[in-house]
């Protein structure tokens, strides 16, 4: 169908454009936030002998920060 939409509402034949470098970095830093948040449950499980929330919050933290990383050299 010629009138079909992609994943985010735009038309799937419109050009995509990156964000303002402003706005990457402001995502980068909420990125970086949640990653701080994420890597401090995983110390804090780690210390308290909670072996699974430990890794799982260390998950959580390299997950962000990738996306994070993504988000603002890939715009």
């Known amino acids: 169908m010629s009138g079909e939409r992609g ?3 735009v038309p799937s034949g419109a050009p995509r454009q ?7 970095i402001g995502l ?8 701080v948040l994420f890597g401090g449950v995983a110390a804090a499980s ?19 920060l990738w996306v994070g990383a993504l988000t603002l050299f890939r715009g």
């Open 7 to 9: 994943d985010a509402g």
């Open 18 to 24: 990156p964000r303002p470098i402003i706005e990457r």
């Open 28 to 35: 980068a830093d909420v990125a970086l936030v949640l990653a």
């Open 46 to 64: 780690w210390i308290g002998g909670e072996l699974f929330l430990a890794v799982m919050g260390g998950v959580g933290c390299l997950m962000t």
